[in-house]
């Protein structure tokens, strides 16, 4: 059976002194469940490795919750690596986050099959000693020559673009890595259990200020 990181409780208020807004009522339920998976309160130290999923609308704040775990990932002397499909996602998603990080004292770095030769291996090598906390990027992540030095918390973004062994790929970089996914696809209840049954689930059901109401259609 496999040991979970574990990781002691932490205070994510320096991390919302950061935003420019408040998180909603739903996000901060969601990130109260990631942090009870990562950090058990009863020291139990055989603990499985978080496996969950959180599923919201497309602008319900999924990413913030991804933050948070990332965060408590690397307040706690473990790396985090954050996997999107697209080349484009995952330069936002750095360009939106570098600077919180930087703030709270954290390295972030950015990984694509774009990043130039010079700078891969700059970046491979500080992954490799610990250097680099947070790494966000696309299936370059899970090429053999990516090593971490510690990871504790595999995140992937838009998990539905990802195959099954890709995903699996990423939270192999260790011996035991808490396991987040994301995704703003909608399945019925019935079908959720059968597709997200090894996963626990973290409904984002509450829209920000101001976000326009999301129509689904079939």
Do not use: W
């Not at 901060?28 to 599923?55: H, Q, Y």
């Not at 990802?162 to 970089?173: D, I, N, P, V």
Request: net charge neutral.
């Amino acid at each position: 059976e496999q040991i979970a990181p574990v990781m002691q409780d932490t205070d994510v208020e320096p991390l919302y002194s950061l935003l420019s807004y408040a998180p909603t009522g739903a996000q901060r339920r969601a990130i109260n469940e990631i942090s009870a998976d990562l950090c058990p309160k009863n020291g139990n130290m055989t603990t499985k490795p978080m496996s969950r999923i959180i599923v919201g609308d497309v602008g319900s704040g999924k990413t913030l919750c991804a933050t948070a775990s990332a965060y408590i990932a690397c307040k706690n002397g473990f790396q985090c690596a954050l996997m999107c499909p697209t080349e484009i996602l995952a330069f936002q998603h750095y360009e939106d986050l570098f600077p919180i990080f930087e703030g709270l004292g954290i390295t972030c770095e950015l990984l694509t099959g774009s990043t130039p030769a010079k700078a891969k291996r700059e970046i491979l090598a500080r992954l490799k000693s610990g250097k680099t906390q947070f790494v966000i990027g696309t299936h370059a992540l899970i090429q053999a020559n990516v090593e971490f030095d510690n990871l504790g918390l595999a995140i992937t973004d838009e998990q539905h673009r990802f195959g099954a062994m890709q995903r699996a790929k990423l939270s192999e970089k260790n011996k035991a890595v808490h396991t987040l996914v994301m995704s703003a696809t909608p399945i019925p209840r019935t079908l959720s259990f059968m597709m997200y049954g090894d996963l626990d689930i973290s409904l984002i059901d509450e829209m920000p200020p101001g976000r326009k109401r999301v129509s689904t259609y079939v």
